[in-house]
């Protein structure tokens, strides 16, 4: 289908390489006017904008820290501007890397809860009141599989993606009759081509091996599982967690890695080093 998301107006945070960027040109060619919100001044923000404007649709920028009530004063004004935000995209999120819980600092972890979970908050006090009174919106909360399993030393990360998922749940079941959806998208691993060109031979081979459908995911996958829950096809989806993974969250870490169990459903056995 085409066009599926004309006549709306998205908001999409986090625009920068990979996920970000892969929605907003997924909306554009849908027919969804947006507003692009990204921090600093990264090109790839006015890339994105300039490939919606060439499809046709009116844009916004909005630069700033999503973690700061003022961004989203901003992103709500420029959401009126172009007749009201009918479709939200938090997409936005850090995290510190390779630390514990003894190892991540306070500062460290309020910087991750601020940008991967109060951001969410502020997105809904700036642009909530607005879908109420239209009696239409939907939020499309980008999370992680972190957020339903465990990886090491990730621990601020997945507690925000975490608690994002109950925070959707509940803006689903407090607004349903008000007209509003909010889903929540858990994504495996995304690459894009830089990405996967930086990875060597094993590291590629026992990524890709984790995932039923034999390969990793791109931002592609998650863009179209994006359009899917901001449209009208999915108007009778609401409060879901949809892990866009290739399988990766079906199986236990014995069926990829227990030699006797992996013979089953793969011909080889992947070889990890200590690193």
């Known amino acids: ?152 030393k990730m621990i601020d990360y997945a507690a925000s993606k975490s608690a994002l998922h109950g925070l959707t749940r509940n803006l689903a079941l407090d607004h349903g009759l008000q007209g509003i959806r909010a889903n929540v998208i858990a994504p495996g691993a995304i690459l894009t081509e830089n990405d996967a060109a930086s990875l060597d031979d094993e590291e590629k081979r026992s990524l890709r091996d984790n995932y039923l459908v034999g390969r990793w995911g791109m931002p592609e996958d998650v863009a179209n599982a994006a359009v899917f829950l901001a449209s009208d096809e999915a108007r009778f989806v609401t409060g879901v967690i949809l892990p866009v993974d290739g399988g990766l969250t079906v199986q236990t870490p014995e069926g990829t890695m227990r030699k006797s169990f992996r013979a089953r459903w793969r011909d080889d056995v992947v070889r990890i080093q200590d690193v």
């Not at 999409?12 to 921090?39: Q, T, W, Y």
């Not at 009116?58 to 009918?86: F, H, M, P, Q």
């Not at 109420?132 to 980008?142: A, E, T």
Request: aromatic content about 4%; hydrophobic content about 45%.
């Open 1 to 152: 289908m085409v066009n599926r998301l004309e006549g709306k107006t998205a908001v999409i945070s986090g625009v920068g390489p990979g996920i970000g960027s892969a929605i907003a040109d997924a909306f554009a060619r849908e027919g969804a006017d947006l507003v692009l919100v990204s921090r600093g001044e990264s090109p790839v923000l006015d890339q994105a904008a300039s490939g919606a404007e060439r499809l046709g649709r009116r844009v916004v920028k909005v630069r700033g820290d999503v973690a700061i009530r003022e961004t989203w004063s901003r992103v709500a004004e420029a959401g009126n501007s172009l007749g009201g935000a009918d479709i939200v995209v938090n997409n936005a999120a850090i995290h510190a890397r390779k630390k514990n819980i003894l190892e991540v600092t306070e500062e460290e972890w309020d910087a991750t809860m601020a940008v991967n979970l109060k951001s969410v908050y502020f997105s809904c006090h700036a642009l909530l009141p607005g879908m109420i009174s239209r009696s239409r919106g939907v939020f499309v909360n980008i999370s992680s599989v972190n957020g339903l399993a465990a990886n090491p």
